[in-house]
């Protein structure tokens, strides 16, 4: 009966703002790709000033292994400053996108 999920309890949501060298890099594209991978869900999105958002949602595991990616980025990517932050929130995500 794994269906019934008790994953929910487990679902975890952290929201991620990232500078450095981090546009023009593929970075985006890149994170959507390993998210999709690690099975994570949530979103990425480029500001005008080149900071990165994200927002990443799954179990424990799957937010570190994505965090840990998101540390370093794709080849070419020089991540500067990563901040991260527990979100409480009840809205569940269908995939990983980019905006």
Known sequence: ???????????????????????GVGYRHAAV?????????GWVQ???????LAV????PDQV????EWM???PPG?????FESEVEYTGRRFDRFEQL
């Open 1 to 23: 009966m794994k269906s019934l999920s008790s994953g929910s309890a487990s679902l975890e949501t952290v929201a991620v703002r990232l500078r450095g060298k981090i546009q």
């Open 46 to 52: 480029a500001l005008p000033e080149g900071d990165i």
């Open 71 to 73: 540390r370093r980025g």
């Open 77 to 81: 990517a020089r991540v500067m400053e």
């Open 64 to 67: 570190d292994k994505m965090l």
């Open 33 to 41: 790709r390993e998210g999709h991978l690690i099975g994570v869900r």
């Open 56 to 59: 990443v949602q799954g179990t």
